[in-house]
């Protein structure tokens, strides 16, 4: 009788029933209550059990015990006929709750019956977790289930392997259908309690497919592989008894202690058998010794001590009770060191020790013994283990001759070894062959029963399933697979009773039948009960032969089959492609569209965001994509309100971690990031207001920038690379326009929209940026360092310009193929080595130029750093001659050219492309619309005739404007400026440069420059007088230049515009089409001169000292070249760009002549001034060369305008008109300059001891 009110099992889920009450009851529940007081069982809230597996339930005479009554039992109990006995309980209680259908543990409604049985549909054979026929429990699921698969089970009713419930473990043994035989399971398991395990506890033992705690009699322990299991004994199981004599507790076999070495195959210790043993020991009450009972020492094999027989039997002639004794120890010897001790046996004539194999140590003494014979012959030697001199002492017996003369001999069948006693079966050795212990003449190869084979002189019975051959070898081995015939069947090499039925393999069970020649084949792979042949219809279970009639209908239906299923698919697949066109549409019409907006008073502002607000039933996340500094990326999908489409979608959660921000509204920041819309940064599709703030962007399933030039780097060329660098800057640029500082530019923030295509993400978490404020400052634990520069690192300040050094960073990862930054150093060591002026290293596909640029991008000065705009000029510059720039080595085999295609996309890439076929489809639409009107808006906006013949005054980015300026902003006026006549004056205004109604171009706004009348307007501006900045000059030495200096003298054609001709809708900067079939060698020289020398008149000669010179190599001096003859030989080398220029004196009347730049001679130069730490011009010794002298010109006359654009101080000089010297671009000469080496050393090393880099 218990007196709690309520039974604390609210986990129970199942009651197995493995030990019933009483015979029959799994749960029995009586008289639980006090008459006495009101203690009582009141509630059995049992409110998880769903299944008792055995036994039935009593429950009666609870006075206060509510709701029993209203349980549906049957729904439990799987038993049908379990008795369910449930009455007499409490009264008056209160009802169930309202949600629970009349059904309940407790009156609350947490305390309803969960019904798995009752409810189910007729299809289900157990338990269901819905009534539809689609919602039934796996058969192996005990106490129901959360879905149809053996791993949604609750519990299982057998073994939960993994978390499946299976009726067996893996079996230790499979049918091998290569080998025809059970091999070992390597995926076995075995059963500990109703768990499948890969191995057992340490305290319990294997035995076959269980955890045991111990063996069964019949087996034994035994270890194999580290493990131990129980074996079957193969006869007696070894059990060691104590044995006689010093230490043990008998001093002799007596009648008292015989039966305690019954199945003994071991005895530690000695045996001794003395008279008092044998014929009793009146004085201590010990009767005599059945002589019977010595039979209990016919399973010795080994005695650890010595064996000592001064006594035996008088009607025992022999010592056979020990005729599997094998091994005498002589651990413990007797008296004089005996370990084999036969005295004083009158009666015994043979030792019988037919078994005996060795004496490990101790003397042997046999003495006394007047009948004993045979033991003459025996060969002790073989016996005796160790020293043999000495060690016997046999004397005293019947003499050899008195043995012969009776015929007491070995027999004929023994070898020379001797006996142990009469007949063959007592022979130490055999002269021919043994066969169970026994010498025969001749093995029973070719007749006789059983036929046998012979192995080291001893005979062996064949397999049983051996068919026996008259007149030659039934079998050469012990197996079923060495057989020469079989009796019954042949199952690959192997004799078998039958073929294998339903014997489980690696895949399932396995049925084979056998055919005329008695071979075991197998039966078709949907045979489950077995066959007679191979085909489908010989599989036992099927119907016998169909009539003619039946064949006849079978076939009609068949033919009505296949046409119904072919109509069936027809209009599958016509509802499938019109549900395909629906959801394109729709999916356009949410990707195209943001929110819908009401109609706009007169008075209120547009609204420019594009993305939309979801709603969190929208949004379904699948699976993590990653995690970084501001929160976690999923994969997932949009699924609109209303709508069926599923479109694929990437969402970022950004959780409020430090408790004070609330992203239950929408806020202007939100609204900003919204309205953000470019080619190359990932556009928000929309946000999702919360506790945590879920941004949603479109889902690009090529991954990152990284991880890309990680796999495919053997198939990256130059091309590509610098249009990535190309996209990056231009998105970026993009962002900065709109203030939105990124914080977090890195290559693994860069993904891929095609393998041609990048686009910016993770900019949506930094701040907002008004347009006149241009500093973010934000303090965040969890900052990239590696990416940081030296501001951010130590006062947490983000800019644009700090975004520029992040810029650096990530293209030195993308020249690198994604190596690690600064690797191999920790976080806080980083900013200590910023300091010291180290850098990353050169990447090796690198030329110097590319590298000063990113050089540039880590200036300590973020005012000096190049803007996004100028880098995407650079970079746009750099992608019209890839292979200049970038030098990528292939291997010898691998067939891949230096501006190699992008790689294809992987299995696994299209795969993931193929999932969003519908969306890519859609955005190739959009994109062809766009490019079609782009192309027809840039084409109509041009004046008449811009796309037929060139103008002198428009800018043409191709690889002969020479070095492209970083700053591209007043790049008409650089064009205008650095045109000169002869005679020092300059050249006229062109007519053009009043018509400022042109359209832009398509390359210019792609780069970031402006309109072509923006420019023109410029270079009026600048060539007619009119005001600009004082700029101070700025001397450049860097091997642009050089390199630079050929691409002059390549032919232009001017026929398109170059944002139509050299670049794609996305972007994608395309080589110049000039350059390409001409092979571009290693010191930037072109291979053939042939066409160059006959178009400018040059020498072969002089191109030695044109050499493109990479990284940082020392120039030889070279001396003044002649001037070349006419108008096109006097071209000189300007330092920027004078590609427009040049056409217009190829194609335009009013062109003005070039003067040639003459090298100077170098005077004064130093040893410091020898190391070209940028990349010196050649033959220069001052600094800027035959620059040196334009920070002496005005303003008007100095085209080029500095990147910081930086306020000049200094009064200039008068400007000299010299033939010889042209004003190309304005730098700073102050200890700020950008340029400037010796102001880079003292702002990048601040103590003495650093070194230049």
């Known amino acids: 009788m218990n007196e709690f009110s309520t039974l604390p099992l609210p986990n129970l889920r199942v009651v197995r029933g493995t030990q019933v009450y009483d015979g029959k009851f799994a749960i029995f529940v009586m008289l639980n209550y006090n008459t006495n007081s009101s203690h009582a069982l009141r509630q059995l809230r049992l409110n998880q059990l769903t299944e008792i597996l055995a036994g039935g339930v009593y429950i009666e005479r609870n006075d206060k015990l509510c709701h029993m009554d209203t349980i549906d039992w049957r729904d439990i109990v799987r038993d049908p006929q379990a008795e369910i006995v449930v009455k007499d309980n409490g009264k008056n209680c209160p009802p169930c709750h309202e949600s629970c259908g009349g059904k309940c543990w407790g009156p609350g409604p947490e305390d309803c019956q969960t019904l798995t049985k009752t409810i189910c549909a007729p299809q289900c054979n157990g338990h269901c977790f819905g009534p539809n026929p689609n919602q039934c429990c796996h058969d192996e699921c005990a106490g129901g289930c959360g879905g149809p698969r053996e791993t949604d089970c609750f519990a299982c009713r057998h073994f939960n392997n993994s978390g499946a419930c299976v009726s067996l473990c893996p079996q230790p043994l499979v049918y091998n259908k290569l080998t025809f035989q059970l091999e070992p399971n390597p995926h076995t398991k075995y059963q500990y309690g109703g768990v499948c395990v890969a191995s057992c506890p340490h305290n319990f033992v294997i035995d076959h497919t269980s955890c045991v705690r111990a063996c069964p009699g019949d087996k034994m322990e035994v270890e194999k592989n580290g493990l131990k299991m129980c074996e079957p004994c193969g006869g007696l199981c070894p059990k060691a008894c104590e044995g006689t004599g010093s230490g043990s507790r008998f001093q002799t076999v007596d009648s008292s202690n015989i039966d305690g070495f019954v199945n003994c195959t071991k005895i530690l210790g000695n045996l001794d058998f003395l008279i008092t043993g044998l014929n009793g020991d009146p004085w201590h009450n010990i009767p005599a010794l059945d002589p019977e009972k010595l039979n209990v020492f ?191 069947f042949r199952d690959g090499p192997h004799c078998v009773n039958t073929c294998p039925h339903g014997l489980l393999g690696a895949k399932g069970p396995i049925y084979k039948y056998s055919d005329a020649h008695g071979e075991c084949l197998p039966c078709h792979e949907n045979c489950t009960q077995g066959c007679k042949g191979p085909e489908l219809h010989d599989c036992f279970g099927q119907p016998e032969g169909f009539s003619s009639k039946t064949h006849v209908a079978v076939g009609l239906a068949v033919v009505a089959g296949l046409v119904v299923i072919t109509l069936v698919l027809l209009l599958a697949l016509l509802y499938w492609r019109g549900r395909k066109i629906q959801n394109k549409r729709a999916m356009r019409r949410y990707l195209e569209r943001g929110e819908s907006l009401e109609p706009l008073d007169p008075g209120e502002k547009a609204n420019k965001v594009l993305a939309r607000i979801f709603k969190e039933t929208e949004l379904r996340k699948l699976k993590v994509l990653g995690s970084g500094v501001f929160g976690t990326v999923h994969k997932g999908i949009w699924i609109p309100e209303g709508e069926s489409i599923k479109i694929p979608v990437c969402i970022k959660v950004i959780e409020d971690r430090s408790g004070r921000q609330s992203f239950q509204a929408v806020t202007d920041h939100m609204l900003a990031i919204g309205s953000l819309d470019h080619t190359h940064i990932v ?102 360092i590696k990416w940081m520069a030296l501001e951010s690192i130590h006062f947490g300040k983000y800019t644009h310009q700090s975004d520029v050094w992040s810029y650096g960073v ?198 970031g420059r402006g309109t072509s009348s923006e420019a023109e307007f410029q270079e009026a501006e600048s060539v007619c007088g009119s005001r600009s900045r004082s700029r101070s000059p700025r001397p450049r030495g860097d091997s642009a230049y050089h390199s630079q200096r050929h691409s002059l003298l390549t032919p232009l054609t001017p026929l398109t515009p170059p944002g139509l001709e050299e670049e794609d809708v996305n972007g994608y900067v395309m080589p110049d089409t000039h350059t390409k079939g001409i092979p571009s060698s290693r010191d930037g020289t072109l291979s053939s001169s042939v066409g160059l020398s006959s178009i400018l008149g040059t020498e072969e000669e002089e191109e ?150």
């Open 1104 to 1253: 030695e000292d044109e050499e493109y010179e990479y990284m940082n190599q020392r120039r030889k001096q070279s001396l003044p070249r002649p001037p070349r003859p006419g108008s096109l030989e006097e071209l000189g080398y300007e330092y920027m760009d004078v590609g427009s220029d040049l056409s217009a004196s190829l194609g335009s009347t009013h062109s003005c002549p070039l003067h040639p730049v003459p090298i100077l001679p170098a005077t004064g130069t130093t040893p410091d001034e020898d190391y070209e730490y940028m990349n010196r011009r050649h033959g220069g010794g001052t600094p800027g060369g035959d620059y040196a002298a334009m920070g002496g010109c005005p303003e008007a006359e100095q085209g080029y305008e500095e990147m910081g654009s930086f306020q000049g101080t200094g009064h200039h000089a008068p400007c000299i008109h010299d033939a010889h010297l042209k004003p190309l671009r304005s730098l700073e000469a102050t200890r700020s300059a950008f340029d400037n080496p010796d102001y880079w050393h003292s702002r990048l090393f601040s103590k003495a001891s650093a070194q230049g880099t």
């Open 683 to 784: 556009r928000l599709l929309g946000l999702c207001p919360g506790s945590s703030l879920q941004l949603v962007t479109q889902f690009l399933p090529l991954g990152s920038l990284l991880d890309h030039v990680r796999q495919h780097r053997g198939a990256l060329g130059p091309q590509l690379l610098l249009n990535w660098g190309v996209q990056i800057a231009k998105g970026m640029y993009y962002l900065e326009e709109h203030g939105m500082v990124h914080r977090n530019l890195a290559a693994r923030n860069v993904l891929l929209k095609s393998p041609s295509q990048v686009q910016v993400a993770d900019f949506g978490v930094a701040d907002l940026l008004p347009p006149d404020d241009k500093q973010l400052l934000h303090s965040e634990a969890k900052t990239p």
């Open 298 to 488: 016919q399973t010795v094999r080994e005695i650890t001590g010595y064996l000592n027989i001064q006594s035996w039997p008088p009607h025992m002639h022999n010592f056979s009770v020990f005729s599997n004794l094998t091994t005498i120890g002589g651990r413990s010897l007797y008296n004089r060191g005996f370990s084999l001790l036969i005295m004083k046996n009158v009666n015994v004539t043979s030792l019988g020790l037919r078994s005996l194999k060795e004496v490990s140590a101790g003397r042997v003494y046999i003495s006394a013994n007047r009948q004993l014979c045979y033991h003459h012959s025996l060969n002790w030697t073989r016996l005796l283990r160790g020293p043999k001199e000495g060690r016997l002492d046999i004397k005293h017996n019947r003499s050899k001759k008195d043995c012969v003369a009776e015929g007491r001999v070995c027999d004929p069948l023994c070898s020379s070894g001797g006996c142990w006693g009469p007949g063959p079966g007592q022979c130490l050795s055999c002269r021919n062959y043994s066969r169970g212990g026994v010498c025969v003449t001749q093995c029973n190869f070719l007749n006789g029963e059983p036929r046998e084979f012979a192995h080291e002189d001893e005979c062996f019975s064949c397999h049983p399933e051996c068919q026996p051959v008259e007149g030659n070898v039934t079998c050469y081995g012990s197996g079923s697979d060495a057989c020469a015939q079989c009796v019954h």
């Open 810 to 1007: 990530t293209i030195w990862e993308l020249m690198t193929f994604g190596d690690i930054p600064y690797k191999g150093l920790r976080l806080t060591e980083v900013p200590d080595l910023l300091e010291k002026g180290e850098r990353l290293p050169q990447p090796q596909i690198c030329t110097i130029d590319v590298y000063m640029v990113m050089v540039k991008c880590w200036m300590i000065d973020e005012n000096i750093r190049p803007t996004f705009k100028e880098l995407a000029n650079e970079f746009t510059r750099m992608a019209r001659d890839p292979p200049r720039y970038l030098v990528i080595k292939r291997d010898s085999g691998s067939g891949l050219p230096p501006g190699a295609e992008p790689p294809a996309l992987t299995d696994k890439e299209l795969e993931e492309v193929e999932t969003l076929e519908p969306e890519l489809e859609l955005e190739l639409e959009l994109e062809e619309e766009e490019e079609l009107a782009t192309t027809l808006g840039s084409a109509l906006s041009l004046p008449l005739g811009t796309l037929s013949r060139p103008r002198g005054s428009q800018n043409f980015l191709s690889p002969s404007s020479g070095y492209m300026p970083m700053n591209q902003s007043n790049l008409g006026a650089t064009r205008q400026g650095s045109m000169m006549r002869g005679s020092g004056e300059r050249c006229p205004c062109p007519a053009s440069l009043h018509q400022n109604s042109r359209g832009r171009l398509a390359s210019e706004s792609s780069e």
